[in-house]
């Protein structure tokens, strides 16, 4: 797992949000992406490589997923040559998605302000 934030201990970061705790952040621009998270939650569930992207000003989080193969061991893109994902974790409903996406960002805005600007 990686290292937590340099000088922010867990503590600090529990107070931040109760749901949902940023324990990695790496940034990457490319499209609406704008990097991957390692969260834990407060069942005790972590998180890798959840997604953070950001479009027109609206900030989104999603769970991490698997690429596509084919029977030969292809990897399926879409039309547009993008790499195609399944899922690995889902919700049961699309207000509980999003209900997590924003706690995510919540969480993320709270110990990366600077993301935000």
Request: proline share 6%.
């Amino acid at each position: 797992m990686s290292a937590e934030l340099p000088g922010v201990t867990r503590a600090d970061l529990q107070a931040t949000t109760t749901q949902i705790v940023i324990v990695d952040f790496k940034p990457v621009e490319r499209g609406t992406l704008r990097g991957f998270a390692t969260i834990e939650m407060r069942s005790g569930i972590v998180m890798v490589d959840v997604a953070i992207g950001c479009s027109e000003g609206t900030w989104w989080a999603a769970p991490p997923g698997k690429p596509l193969i084919d029977r030969d061991g292809v990897v399926l893109k879409n039309p547009n040559g993008k790499v195609r994902y399944a899922a690995v974790i889902d919700f049961r409903d699309t207000a509980t998605r999003r209900r997590w996406s924003q706690q995510v960002i919540e969480a993320l805005r709270a110990v990366h302000p600077e993301l935000f600007e």
